[in-house]
T-cell receptor, first 114, second 112 residues
Framework: DVKVTQSSRYLVKRTGEKVFLECVQD?????MFWYRQDPGLGLRLIYF???????EKGDIPEGYSVSREKKERFSLILESASTNQTSMYLC?????????????FGSGTQLSVL | RKEVEQDPGPFNVPEGATVAFNCTYS??????FFWYRQDCRKEPKLLMS???SGNEDGRFTAQLNRASQYISLLIRDSKLSDSATYLC?????????????FGSGTRLQVQP
């Protein structure tokens, strides 16, 4: 079974801190994604990557950056955390981008910014 | 207008009931469609893809109506274990977009 592991289940940070969310997948998937999930808004795509060192903006990239130095690892960075970035962050990976691409998700990181 | 819209529910149904959810999408460039299931405080998992001719997987039936731009999910003989949030997901393959778009989900509560 594909395993997508997120480094923290719960995280509490202060406004202005730099925050790193780490995600690792063990199935040699090319594609990795970061979503945030908020009540009533569903999952919204922040950034994704389809190859090492490649990244593309999703629908809500403002305030975030990403890093993909190795194929199995995709990091989400909040340069200066703000309270409106309090959310559930979900990492996902997939084998290929096609019509019937299947996403595998990590168990999520609930980030609270105080 | 959201690209993928769902009735948030909750749909409260008794065990054994049949329940159906609809999902509408606004972008005619949408090419493939899915239902994901998300249990409380868990990650989403693929339930089934939705094919043009409609498809069935046990008690679950998915339909696509391209003319009216909606997909549906029918659950027959509901079980308590079907209680979850069902996410409608669309693959919009127009220029520059290479990722799935999720609806905000429909919550189902099956009661004994």
């Amino acid at each position: 079974d594909v395993k997508v592991t997120q480094s923290s289940r719960y995280l509490v940070k202060r406004t202005g801190e730099k925050v790193f969310l780490e995600c690792v997948q063990d199935m040699d998937h090319e594609n990795m994604f970061w979503y945030r999930q908020d009540p009533g808004l569903g999952l919204r795509l922040i950034y994704f990557s389809y190859d090492v060192k490649m990244k593309e903006k999703g629908d809500i990239p403002e305030g975030y950056s990403v890093s993909r130095e190795k194929k199995e690892r995709f990091s989400l960075i909040l340069e200066s955390a703000s309270t409106n970035q309090t959310s559930m962050y979900l990492c996902a990976s997939s084998l290929n981008i096609g019509l019937y691409e299947k996403l595998f998700f990590g168990s999520g990181t609930q980030l609270s910014v105080l | 207008r959201k690209e993928v819209e769902q009735d948030p529910g909750p749909f409260n149904v008794p065990e054994g009931a049949t329940v159906a959810f609809n999902c509408t999408y606004s972008n005619s460039a949408s090419q493939s469609f899915f239902w994901y299931r998300q249990d409380c405080r868990k990650e989403p998992k693929l339930l089934m893809s939705v094919y043009s001719s409609g498809n069935e997987d046990g008690r679950f039936t998915a339909q696509l109506n391209r003319a009216s731009q909606y997909i549906s999910l029918l659950i027959r003989d509901s079980k308590l274990s079907d209680s979850a949030t069902y996410l409608c997901v669309v693959n919009i393959m127009d220029t520059g977009r290479r990722a799935l778009t999720f609806g905000s989900g429909t919550r189902l509560q099956v009661q004994p």
